[in-house]
C-alpha cells in the first residue's frame, strides 16, 4: 500500500438524536420563544479527525434550524476544516487504478456519552470547482458515508470508542501520461529487436551482442520508472509490461545462442531463421492482445462500477435534496442573525 497525503476541505454538520437518556445531546432543543445562547454551555462533541496529519484552519459556528421529518428545532454546530489527510493506496492497477479519499471522524468521548449515527436527511456533496490535481486525476461526483463501529475482536474494551463516521470519495488515475512516456518507449524497444533479424546467420554472434545491449537498455528503463514508485511488494501492472518485455529479450538472446550451431550451415540457418523470426513475432502479439485484454477488463470493472455509483448519486441528488429552509446563525458572542438558505463560514 502506498501512503498518500493530500489535502483538502470539509465541512460537517454535527448532530444526533436522543436515543437514550444517560448519553448527552449534540442537538440541543429550543423553546420556540427567542433565548440567548452561549456556546460554551453546549455540549462538546470533542470529534477528531482520525487520518489528518496536520489541520491548517478551522471554523466552527452554529446555526438554528427545523428538523424535517417532525418539525422540531435544533441547535446545529458547524466545523469547517481545511487540512492534510493520510490515505493508503492500492496499486494493483497502476496507472489505470481508482483510489479512495477518505475522511475519518471519530470523538474523544466513548460509546456511553456518544453516539455518531449518519445524516439520513441531507446528502453529502463535493465541491469539484476546488479540485486543483484535475491534470493527474479524474475524481468522481459520488460521495458515500458509512458508520464503522468498533471491532469486536479487538483487544480494546468495547464502549471505549464510539466508532468511525467515514466520508469517502473516488478518483481515477489519468493514463495517457504512463502510456507516452512508458508503455510507448518499452514498446519501441521490443519493436526495434526485430532489427536484429537483418543480420546475416553467419553473424549470430553481433545479433546476440545487440540483444544484450537493448536488455540492458530495458533494465536501465525499468530501474528508472520503478524510481518513480514507492517499494511495494507486489507488481502493478506497468510493472508487469515491462518485465514481459525484458523476458522477450531474454528469450531472443538465448534463442540466438542456441541456433549459433548451424551458422556454417547457410541453407539450414535461413530456415531456421525465418521460424524464429514467425515464432518471436507470434509472442509479441500475443502478450500484448493477451496484456491488453486483461488490462482493459480487469481496470475497467472498478471503474464502470465507480460511474454506475455516479450514476445512482446523482439521481438521488436530484430527487432527495431537502427544501432549503431558514436558518438563524448563533456567532461566539451569542448574538442571533438571520440568514436564508445555507450558511457560509465567516471565520
Known sequence: MLNLRFQDQTSLDIGRKEDRPNIKR???????IRIIYHPDTIYDPRLVLNNAESIKKECVWYSREIDPQNDTPWVVMHWRVRAIFFENMELHDFPRDVQDISVYVTSEWGAADIELILDDVRMSTLDMANFRDSQEW????????EKIPEDPNSTVKLGYTAGFIVARCRVQRRIKYYVLNHVSIM???LVLSF???????????????NAMTLLLVAVTF???????????????????YIMGGMIYLIMLCVTFALISPWKDIPDKAEVIDRYVIRSMGAILITFHSMYALQFYIHTNKKINQMKRKDHIYLEQLAEGVPKRTKRI????????HDSDGLLESRC
Not at 479524474?138 to 458515508?145: G, M, S, T
Not at 446563525?329 to 442571533?336: A, F, K, T, V, Y
Open 26 to 32: 449534540l442537538f440541543i432543543m429550543l423553546s420556540p
Open 138 to 145: 479524474f475524481l468522481f461526483r459520488h460521495v458515500e458515508v
Open 187 to 189: 514498446l519501441c524497444l
Open 195 to 209: 532489427s536484429f533479424f537483418t543480420f546475416d546467420p553467419v553473424w549470430n554472434l553481433y545479433r546476440i551482442g
Open 222 to 240: 525499468k530501474l528508472s520508472v520503478a524510481g518513480t514508485l514507492p517499494p511495494i511488494s507486489y507488481l502493478t501492472y506497468l510493472d508487469k
Open 329 to 336: 446563525r448563533i456567532d461566539n458572542g451569542g448574538s442571533e
